[in-house]
């Protein structure tokens, strides 16, 4: 599939010290070389989304004719997030583990995108995604070593998110053990860097 339009979702309370800020920058860096896709930059700890709760649920689930004020507002917050996400061929993903998960800003994004009747929908057999189309690449950086392990319940964790919308088509990069010492952080940041020069210039 063609990327020409790209979302990139950043997810660090630590702003530009973030390492995983900066696997996105280099990534930014590397679309530079490119001519023929664009970018869009979403921020979700400067959204500063609070916790999904039922009043705004139920603002969904009123028909759009009935919501009063109030119900408009609540109910743009996921319109707006799901028609930015719907007009993009690929979503990156550059998220920190924060104690074992991923940050509570990124979930309260996910809770807005993520909408039974919008993006994915109930079966007898189960949900089926109605995003189609899509890819997903997954900046993941970590203060210590979790990938394959049982501790790593982030990967399965958002794979299972974007698979619920039906993004399947998942790419994963980890820099692990950056606060390991500097010479572990230095060479994983290293060979994330040169897999995300490898993705966008093999892979997009």
């Known amino acids: 599939m063609a990327v020409r339009n790209i979302l990139l979702v950043t997810a660090s ?27 869009t930059e979403r921020d979700v700890v400067t959204l500063d989304l609070p916790h999904l709760d039922g009043e705004e649920m139920r603002s969904w689930m009123t028909d759009p004719a009935d919501r009063d004020a109030h119900q408009r507002d609540l109910a743009a917050r996921s319109d707006t997030l799901i028609e930015e996400l719907l007009s993009h061929d690929l979503i990156v993903l550059a998220v920190p ?49 979790y990938a394959g392990t049982a501790l790593d319940t982030q990967t399965g964790h958002v794979n299972s998110l974007l698979g619920l919308m039906g993004i399947q088509d998942t790419d994963w990069i980890y ?30």
């Open 13 to 39: 309370i630590l702003g530009e010290h973030g390492q995983s800020r900066a696997l996105a920058a280099h990534f930014k860096a590397q679309l530079e070389q490119r001519d023929d896709v664009q970018l």
């Open 97 to 145: 583990l924060y104690n074992l998960g991923i940050p509570s800003q990124l979930k309260a994004w996910f809770d807005r995108v993520l909408r039974a009747g919008k993006t994915f929908r109930y079966t007898e057999n189960g949900p089926v995604g109605l995003v189609e189309g899509k890819r997903a690449l997954i900046l993941a950086a970590r203060g210590g070593q």
């Open 175 to 204: 820099a692990e053990g950056l606060n390991m010492g500097e010479s572990l952080r230095d060479r994983a940041m290293g060979e994330a860097r040169q897999a995300v020069t490898h993705y966008v210039t093999e892979r997009l």
